[in-house]
């Protein structure tokens, strides 16, 4: 009995950690954004011709009622930003106009949870990878796989 116990714990925590690493479970129904930089080099398609690092981590908190997305790059000391005239699915799906605070963003649009080129493209020249990617990063664990652009939104 003790074993079946013990093989449905380590299970479970499993099953917790892959949905924490993944970003599938989140707080308050906020999405975040894991960039990446290019040091000491630039982007060359997919490939950065210096080292990869971690970059900002920014949060996105959709607010449908009021048809706007509150965000900030955490860990950073800089204001939050709000898009407004945003048509708001869900915390995961919504699509924003530019406005005053939309140079600070990486993206006007998320799409199934991932950041897309909005309707204005992407605003910083940023590149998203996975939570679990970008905590290696910030590890200083490298890999020399590609990171591709955000994808575009299809209008």
């Not at 200083?140 to 591709?148: A, N, Q, W, Y």
């Amino acid at each position: 009995m003790i074993r079946v116990w013990l093989v449905l714990t380590v299970t479970l925590l499993g099953l917790g950690f892959a949905a924490w690493a993944s970003d599938f479970v989140t707080l308050q129904g906020e999405r975040t954004v894991y960039s990446v930089e290019c040091r000491q080099g630039e982007w060359q398609g997919e490939d950065c011709t210096g080292s990869v690092v971690a970059g900002p981590r920014y949060r996105y908190r959709a607010l449908k009622r009021r048809s706007e997305v509150v965000f900030w790059a955490a860990g950073v000391n800089e204001p939050s930003g709000k898009l407004i005239g945003c048509r708001v699915q869900d915390g995961r799906n919504w699509v924003c106009e530019p406005s005053a605070d939309a140079a600070r963003s990486v993206t006007l649009a998320m799409v199934d949870g991932s950041p897309v080129a909005g309707p204005s493209g992407v605003i910083r020249q940023a590149r998203a990878v996975s939570k679990f990617r970008w905590l290696l990063l910030e590890q200083g664990i490298s890999s020399s796989r590609p990171v591709p652009p955000m994808d575009a939104l299809d209008s």
